[in-house]
């Protein structure tokens, strides 16, 4: 069932207060959904290379617990080491020519997660700043029956909601920009002594934004005070360039405003993480699917990292809700706003939501009734090519946190 219907509301963007946030892909919540997912991808790749199927499996519970580090201006240690683990179910082994083949679960697990964590950051030493660990079970016969059988769709494997919205507002996109400027490869090339766990956050009032940023820093790279002042002054300067090319609004940056100098406090980090340091990460506890925190936004609570991309509408109806609300902004003249919230129920083929419910605000004057057509064949068209999400989200072309 699709249901169109208009919103009668204020657009984010002219309300008086908007919050905005992002948690950059060092912060311990990023990390944790990052190795979920590198863990689903792993899965994903092995079972089609061997069984030319994605088999049953959700990997989607994860745990970060931070260590203990001591920084120091030109070095510095990790004294405790991070602990990450990885849990979920698996298809474990299989049964082909009569003979039981076990599928190596751990070995899959430990080299996407070592991976994973080796690409993203830097300055961590794998062989001894971070224990990697996995409880990964045979996944349970009922759940296993509804993944895709060789000519038909595959099956819902949860009754779950994904939620889509657009556009970004000038906010959110300053918000999203930023983290990705500042762990960009250009940017660390100019400014290596910045780590990868970044957070930003963004408070708005009328025309004005207060723009937080707390960027950790590498602390073997830091010889002195001083030139950690000047790292965060750099940092504050490229902020404020980029936020003049992304909107006209005033924009205050602060960076690592926690810092104390006449106490001795700095955000010096060993790895350029927080979860060095005691700060933890949980799956599905950071960013949404389009990648920000949106408070003053509608959007699912689903994790989407390490769930199957076949047929766990926990992640394909959030990604399938946010390209609808983007198309049918781009192509349906008149929109200011759409929300697409898109329900599944378990055992149903994937292409046979319960309902997908989209809100529009539209332009003062416009009726609904001219644009619904138009709708409802975005929505119909996407829920057709619906398998295609897998294949993108394994390639890397979906944003998922």
Known sequence: MINIESLKSTPIEEKDIEIVER??????????????????????KFYLEEYNSILHYNVDKGLLVGGRSRPE???????????LIVAGRATSFVTRNSVVEPIPIGGITIGAIHDYLRETLRFLNLNSDIIIDYKIKQGSIDLMSLRESEGKLPLCNDTSVGVGYAPLTPTERLVLETEKYLNSKKFKEELKEVGEDIKVMALRKGKSIKLTVAAATISKLIPDASHYVSVIEQVKEKVEDLASNITSMSVDVKVNSGDNYNKGIYYLTVTGTSAEAGDDGNTGRGNRPNGLITPMREYSMEATAGK????????????????????????????????????????????????????????????????KGDVESIIQDQLNNVTSITYDILEGRATLF
Not at 23 to 44: F, N, Q, W, Y
Not at 314 to 337: H, M, P, S, T, W
Not at 348 to 371: D, K, T
Request: glycine share 10%; hydrophobic share 40%; with cysteine.
């Open 308 to 371: 199957n991309p076949v047929n766990h509408t926990g992640k394909i109806f959030n990604v399938l809700a946010q390209r609808c609300a983007d198309l049918i902004y781009r192509e349906v003249k008149g929109v200011r706003e759409v929300y697409v919230r898109i329900l599944s129920r378990i055992g149903v083929p994937i292409n046979q939501p319960q309902v997908c419910s989209v809100a529009l605000i539209l332009e003062e004057g416009i009726p609904l009734e001219r644009y």
């Open 73 to 83: 201006f030109g070095g510095g240690r990790v004294i405790e080491p991070i602990y």
């Open 23 to 44: 948690k950059g892909i060092g912060h311990p919540d990023t990390l944790i959904d990052g190795a979920c997912e590198a863990v689903s991808r792993a899965l994903s």
